[in-house]
Every structure is written in C-alpha cells, then in structure tokens.
C-alpha cells in the first residue's frame, strides 16, 4: 500500500534543543535510553511483586457491561431495520451494490439463468480483457493480461478470479467517484480543510483491514454489499490523498501565469491543475486499486465473492495445499492490475508526447478488435468458448505443495523449531508475561512513561485517551497481548530493515536485486502471505506475527535504504577522510543520520504487524484478532467482536502516534 | 527609446494614463486591513513586523504610465516591486489604493471583469515561464485564447504568427521542456503577445536566464516595442537592465517609491545616498544626456560649433563635439540653451574611466 512513500530527506542531526518537550536533554544531561531503561527497570520491579494481580483477563465466554451494550446495539440495529431511515438507506445502498456486482456476475462469472454458462463466456471475456490492455498500456501488458485470464481458467477458478475483479472494479469505480471532488477539495482548499481530511485519511489508514468488516456488515449486510463498501472505504485514501496531492502540487507559477491570462476556477482545473498533476493521480489510482483489491480478499470474511474464498477455507482447515493455487492467482492479479496501470500512465504520457503514431495505433486496435468481436460471438454460442474444461492441474499443484511443505518442514524442523523457540524465549515470553502479567495500572502506566520519554509531550495526551479506551471496553488483557505480537514483530521487522537496508544503500548490485523483489512483496494482499508461513509454523502466534514480520518488512526496507542512501556523500567524505572504518561510518554517520527514516520505518512497520496480528486471529493466534473473528462467527459474542474492534484501533492510533511524536522529535516529517 | 518629453507631459493627466496607481498598499497578515489609515502605517517595515505581526509589501505607491511608454520597477529582492506588479491585475489582492487600466477601475472590478481584463488588456510574462508543460508550444502561445472560447482552428492561426514575432520558427510542435531556458521565455513571451494586450507586464523576465541570452531577449524587448507600441511596466533587480530599456524609472526600496525619473535624471540626480551608491557603477556617459553637462551660453561663446539636441546622451556626442575646434551648441527646439566644450565631455567620460580603475 506503499509504494509511493516518499522517504524524508536524512536530517541534520538536531542540536540538543533545551527542554520543552519532554525530559530527554532538559534534566541533566541523561540520555533518553537511559530514561527508556529506568523506566523498564522499575516496570519490572514492581512486576515481580504484583504479577498476576488486576491484569483484567476476561474468560472466553464472559463480556464487560459495555460489550454487552454493544451487543445490545446491534440489536436495536437489526430490529431497525424496518423503520430507521439511516438504516434503510444504508441497506438500499447495500442492496443497490449487491444488484450491480449481480449483474456483472451474470454478465461474466455465473451462468445467467435459463443459460447454463454467463452471457459472455470464458474467451471472450479474456479477448476483451486483452484488447483494453493493448489499448491503455501497449503489447507487453496484453500479453500479460491475456496470460493471466488464462491462468485464472486453467486452473478452474475462473469464476472467482472474474468475480474478485468485479468487486474490486465496483468498489474503484465508486472511489474514484467520491475520492477525486474530494481529493480537488484537498488539493485546492485551504488549511482547515486539509488539516480535516488529512487526521480523518490518518485514523483511516490506521485501522488494521480485518476492523472494518463488523461495523459495515452490520448496516450494508453480508456479501456482495459488505465487500463492496468495505473495499470502497479502504480503497478511498489513497486516491484522496495522493491525487490531492499531486493537484495541491502543481507549481505555483504556472498557476499564475494562466490565472493572469483570466481564465476561469473551472478552466484552470480542467486545463492545468488537473492535466499536471495527472502523473501523480494515475499513481494515487494505482494505489487505490491495490488496495481495493487486497481488501477484496479479505472480504470473502464477510460472504464477499472471490478468490478470497477459497483461500480462507483453506486456511481455517490448516490445508496449505489448497490455499496455494488461489493464492498464487491473487498474486498474478495483483501484479497484472499494478503492471498495467503503471504501464498505462507511462504510455498515455508517451502518446500525449507525440511518442507513438496514433494514427498506427488507431489501425492496430481497430484490426484487433475484429478477432476479439468473433471471441465475443463464439463465447456466447459455443460452450467450449463458453467455459474452460477443468484440466485438473490444481489438486495435483495443491499436493505438489503439500509434499513438498511436508518435506521442508521435515528436513528443517530443526531450524524453524530452534528459530521460533529462540525468538519465544528471548522476546516474546519475557515481553508476553511482562504486558500482560502486569495489573493494569502498571502497564499502563509504564506504556504511559515510556511513550513520555520517547515522544516527549506531544505523545501523552493520545496515549491517555487509547489507554483509557482500551480499559473501557473492557479488553485490556488481549490488548497487551495482541501489542506483545506486534512490538516483537516490529523488533524483527527493524532488524532485518536496518540489515538489508543498509546493504542496499551501500551496494548497487543488492539493490537492484532486493528492490524489485521488495516492489513485487508490497503488491500482494496481506491475507496471502499467511499462506506459506502457515506451512512453516503451525497454526500459532508465531505465524502470525513471521506473516507480520513479511508483510511489513519491504516498506520498511525501502524506506531505511532510501534514508541512508539520501546522507549526504559529503558528509560521508568528510568522515572518510578522517580514516573511520566502515562499521564506524555506518554506525556513527549513516544511521544518525537516517534517523527521521528509521522512526519512519518503524511506525509503518509497527501498523503493518499489528493488521497482520489481527488477521492472524484466524489461524490461531488468539487475542483481539481471535475476539473479532468469534464476533462474526456467534451473534452473542458480537459485542465483544466490536470490543475488540475497537480496541485494536485504538493500539493502532496509539502506537502512530507515539512514533509520530517520536519521528517529529528527531525531525522527520509527519508524513506517511 | 528616448521620446520621454512628449509623454511626461502625457502622463501628467491620469485620463490618457494607460496606467494609473493610486496610493496603492498591500499588508500581508491578519486583519491587515485595520493598519491603513492609523499611524502604524508610517512604521518601518521591521517596525510594523514586530508590533502587529504584518509585512508590508507596498506602501502607498503611485504613478501614471503613459500609453507606449516602457516603465521600469526597480528595487532588490524584497522591496515589494513582484508584489506591486501582481497588485495590478489582481493576482494578488491590494489592500488598499486603487489602479486604473485604460480608465477602468481594477481594484473595483466584478470577477467576470476582471477575466475580461486580463483577457483582454493585460498580459504577464514570468520570471520562471510558468508555461504548460503538457502542451506543445503552439498551445501554450493559444492558451489565453483558448480560454476566451476561440475556436481551436483559429486560435492556432494566430498564434502561429506571434511564433514568428518572437523568433521561434520551427519550435511550434515541441514541448516546453525540450527547450533551453530563452526559448522558454520566448514562448512566454508569445503567449503574452498572442491576445493582443493594450499592457505588457513582466516579472523579472530574464533574471533565470544567462547573461548573453539576457541580452538577446532584452534588445528583443526593444525591437517589439518598437514594432508594437505597446506599453510596458517591467520589474527588474538589474540597474543596467532598467536603464537600457525604461523610459521611467521607479526605484523601490522596503515597499516604498525612492525615486521615478527618466535614467539620465536617476544617474545625474539620485535623490538619496541610496539611490546614488546604486547608480555609482553606472557608466555616466552612457546614460547621462547633454543637458546634464552643459553649461549656460555667454556672450562670447563661439557661434560655430555643432548644434546637438539637449536630449543626446553625451557618449554618442563627444566624437563630434571633441573633432569640433568650438564648443557644442545645445538646443531645445530651435532655442540655444547651453554650450558644451570639450572639458565637460571629458569630465564625465574620465571620470568614468577613474571609477573603473
């Protein structure tokens, strides 16, 4: 979801600034490690005398007054159902999504009763596809998309591919319509205005993907409708934001220039504002689209058709196997939509610049259109054109990737095993029993110090009001658990970042072999990365939050090379020619240096591990994300669902805003 | 360009002014509108910034420019000279004071005929182009026509004949940034020209430009404001600019008017030491006429020298007046009067030669 991440220049390191902001340099001259550490130290103290006491652990099956009247609220809704107007109108609109994804549907995907196949068949469906290809983006990606539609059918899951892709189009189709008035109200308004949508875009992109789904069901309904506007409201930042920005971006003086030529507000957005920043809206379009469809997947949670499905019934049964073949196609999806839409804005570029023979393309896509118009024909008169026989590849690739999980796993049981006890004994036990062993008040108030001593002032008062939350709805025990999962897979998340990052910035020949690879991992929905590590680990914890550590790791990368390769190599020289040593140059030079990309990287990671944590709940990893997935499956736990819901938005919004404390003191843009 | 007699007087009464400012101020800052009128507006600029939090940009500047007249705004970075020029046609919004274009009242004006004004009467050439880069030159010069609904045929004819006004045959199908930095401003400069304005303004035009180029451009200037008559208000950090192309000269500082006068009254009459220390570099003879170095006739001055108008700039003089055995006769019009001899030449043209030492 990052691929646009602008990584903040190094900054100069900060002159010891005399203390407004938190205690840091003002008292004394004690560091603020050492501070982070006393407060550890005494933390753990009082632990050791009060462990076990107050930790507010809630049993499976009890609930919390206000999760119980939460419950209660979801009642009232669905018994409102029939005279709430807001409610009304939210399941008209609901249903108003469910009978356009239908009609798609039977256009493309299921057979079209009394047809025993859907009007436009398998063949013309992907001649089609091919030919808007060949028209927006060149040859390249109509091979591309040709063989990515044939995938989709060969291996006999055709129907959900083409049904993810609807929902995914639908719910991009209305982001774009909403998201680009907004995103010119962002990009031409003024301040206030864009303070207000930048913190509502901040809370929204906070929120972990899973979180979205039970407030939305509850007024949208289940299937097609809930996927759509779940898809939508996740797909909609981007495009508000990254499109707003490239209009806010436009230079000035051209703005000038053809203001004073007296055109009017809407000739100016039209004819420059609008076609300047058109690179910049294409990549928030690109955004917007991949995120759509990674929340697409998740969806098929809440009845949402497509190949999410699959997947997911896989993963609950534990069968690897099964959930490779789907997996896999949502990756082919994923790189197909990225490639074409980069593909399509650097070729209408190319065509806007006298670049190609439009009049050549003009015959060309006029040639083609004949043989994809006898596609269309056949598809919809043959039934071999109609639907593709099954060749029975997929059980034989399921148990191929069954075998040969089987066989990893054997031969490096050992490995893994002595990995993922290394990891618990080192970090996460200590830190497990630590948080959540702790009577609320102490971790609470030792979170409460800590956020104080890393973000100075400006990091208490956000703390305050989530930690509050967190009591209040009454989950307090999950919580530190679920924030145990996702601090260790940060830690990791920042090893491997710190590691392979500077050895990007440093060498040119790890770069250009980790950058593309990076691009490719930050593609790819959450939900698939579950799949292989699954196969490694077991329904565990520890799956989760090694998916976490995947997920997050190739923003996080990127962004530490990318602030180390941006110090200045005049200060590299500088330190050079007073003969330091390597080591001493990366540790005393390049990475103080970076410091504004390290918090930066940490935050992001920190975000991406906790919506991993969460949608861990499904394959074992139990607390808040286990709490949610129990909501949907039994209508009594509900109110708990919601709890827990909430409450994970509340860590997530906690811990942005701590590293963004942290990041604004170490002089990094706030900026995402 | 030296016909600045006939249009001093012209621009003495503001009804035949192209251009007329009146008291014009621009406050930036909150409320800034409350500071007019009460004594804080006579601060000084650091004065009024540390007591209400407000930049004045322009304080109560007025001046008359006469049709066909080139006017040159002169001041360093932050005298408020860009801020004046875009108080003209509103790009930002004065204070207080009003400008007359052509008799209409700009600072009263409805947005409908204010679009119409800059439509129509008013072009802008900018320091940093500020062209479209998406469009191909030919679009760029037919944007302000474009704009006023010319249809696409013939909007593209006439710009086609501006691109050969401003020397850039050949480059109709480019994009902007497929051209060097002049060739920018040329397009600039066509786009401006394309609509048939009554006024040209130019923001620091050549500043981003190298200094051959500048030169180019500059006697571009003169060649199409000999061609088009049009008028000109032109702002530049650059003396030698402005004394090359200005009839007039207003000289800025701090938001305020030091001194508007022809060049030669600038270099031979600087108001203040520092008005004087910023032509000090200047070439006298370059800039100074003979009306500057002459001296009352007496009686017995010989009769038999050249007679030279007052309005000769002394270095286009002196080969005459020095290959000449008697002395210079000045004339206005028919009448004798002055006399200038050999010494008051090379007074000016050695005394430059000193300073440049």
Known sequence: ?672 | MSVATEKETAAATSAESALSVRNLWKIFGPRADRIIGTPDAQLSRAELKAKTGCVAGVKDVSFEVAPGEVFVVMGLSGSGKSTLVRCLTRLIEPTAGSVLIDGIDVTTASDAQLRDLRRNRVSMVFQHFGLLPHRQVIDNIAYGLEIRGMKKKERRAKAEEVVSLVGLDGFSHSYPDQLSGGMQQRVGLARALAGDPSILLFDEPFSALDPLIRRDMQNEVIRLHRDLRKTMVFITHDLQEALKLGDRILIMRDGEIVQIGRPDEVVGAPVDDYVRDFVSEVPRSHVLTLKWVMREPRPDDSMDGPVMSCDTIVRQAAKAALASEHPVRVVEGDRVIGIVDDDAILRVVVAEEEAHQ
């Not at chain 1, 949508?197 to 409708?225: C, E, H, S």
């Not at chain 1, 896999?328 to 939509?337: F, G, K, S």
């Not at chain 1, 080192?426 to 890393?454: D, H, R, T, Y």
């Not at chain 1, 680990?537 to 180390?564: M, Q």
């Open chain 1, 1 to 672: 979801m990052s691929a646009t991440l602008t990584p903040p220049a190094a900054a100069p390191p900060t002159p010891d600034q005399p203390g407004r902001d938190g205690p840091g340099r003002s008292i004394a001259s004690i560091p603020r490690w050492a501070w982070a550490l006393g407060v550890v130290v005494l933390w753990v103290g009082i632990w050791a005398l009060t462990k076990g006491t107050d930790t507010l652990a809630l049993a499976g099956r009890e609930h919390t007054d206000v999760q119980t009247s939460l419950g209660r609220f979801r009642d009232d809704v669905l018994a409102g159902r029939a005279d709430n107007p807001v409610i009304q109108l939210t399941y008209d609109l609901g249903a108003w999504f469910t009978s356009v994804v239908d009609w798609l549907q039977r256009m493309l995907s299921v057979p079209d009763f009394p047809r025993p196949v859907p009007q436009v068949g398998w063949l013309g469906v992907t001649a089609v596809a091919t030919w808007v290809g060949l028209a927006v983006a060149g040859w390249r990606i109509a091979v591309l998309v040709a063989a990515s539609f044939v995938s989709f059918g060969v291996f006999g899951y055709w129907s959900e591919a083409i049904d993810l892709l609807i929902v995914t189009f639908v719910a991009v189709g209305v982001s774009v319509l909403i998201g680009m008035p907004l995103a010119v109200l962002v990009g031409t308004g003024n301040r206030a205005v864009n303070a207000v949508t930048n913190t509502v875009l901040d809370i929204f992109q906070t929120m972990p993907t899973f979180v979205y789904l039970l407030p939305i069901v509850l007024f949208f309904g289940i299937g097609a409708a809930g996927a759509v506007v779940c898809t939508l409201v996740y797909a909609l930042p981007p495009i508000i934001r990254i499109a707003g920005h490239g209009i806010r971006n436009v230079s000035t003086t051209t703005i000038e220039a053809t203001d004073s030529a007296g055109q009017t507000w809407w000739q100016r957005l039209t004819k420059v504002q609008l076609p300047m920043a058109r690179k910049t809206i294409v990549v928030g379009l690109n955004q917007t689209i991949m995120a759509a469809l990674s929340m697409a997947t998740i969806a098929s949670y809440v009845d949402g058709p497509g190949l999410g499905q699959p997947v997911l019934d896989a993963l609950v049964k534990n069968d690897v196997g099964g959930a490779f073949v789907p997996g896999a196609l949502i990756v082919v999806m994923a790189v197909m939509l990225d490639r074409s839409t980069t593909a399509a804005s650097e070729y209408s570029e190319m065509a806007a610049r006298g670049g190609l023979d439009l009049r050549l393309r003009r015959i060309v896509l006029a040639a083609a259109a004949v043989p994809v118009l006898v596609a269309l024909h056949l598809s919809r008169t043959y039934p071999w054109a109609a639907e593709l026989d099954d060749p029975g590849w997929t059980p034989k690739v399921a148990d191929a990737v069954d075998g040969f999980f089987e066989w990893f796993t054997d031969t490096f049981r050992d490995a893994t095993q002595a990995f993922k006890d290394l990891v618990s004994a080192v970090l996460l036990n200590p830190l497990q029993s630590l948080l959540s062993e702790s009577p609320w008040w102490l971790a609470g108030g030792a979170i409460l110090a800590l956020a104080f001593v890393v973000g100075g002032l400006r990091a208490v008062a956000p703390t305050v009001v989530c930690l509050g939350g967190l009591l209040y709805f009454g989950l307090w025990h999950d919580a530190m658990v679920t924030l145990n999962m996702t601090l260790v897979g940060t830690v990791l998340v920042m090893l491997l970042a710190v590691v392979l990052g500077v050895a990007m910035a440093r060498s040119r020949a790890v770069d250009v072999v980790l950058r593309p690879t990076l691009d490719a991992g930050q593609t790819i929905p959450p939900f698939v990365y579950l799949i292989p590590v699954l196969a490694l680990f077991g329904p565990t914890r520890f799956t989760a939050i090694v998916a976490g550590v995947v997920y997050a790791a190739p923003v996080a990368i990127k962004l530490v090379a990318d602030g180390v390769r941006a110090v200045s190599p005049s200060t590299i020289e500088a330190g050079r020619s007073t003969g330091s040593t390597r080591w001493q140059e990366i540790v005393k030079v390049q990475l103080p240096m970076a410091r504004a990309s390290l918090v930066l990287a940490a935050n992001q990671g920190l975000l991406y591990v906790l919506a991993m944590a969460v949608i861990g709940g499904l394959v074992g990893a139990g607390a808040l994300g286990y709490d949610v997935v129990l909501g949907f499956a039994r209508s009594e736990e509900w109110g708990k669902g919601a709890a827990a819901g909430i409450s994970i938005v509340l860590l997530g919004i906690m811990v942005d805003r701590i590293a963004r404390a942290a990041a604004h003191r170490s002089g990094a843009p706030a900026a995402r």
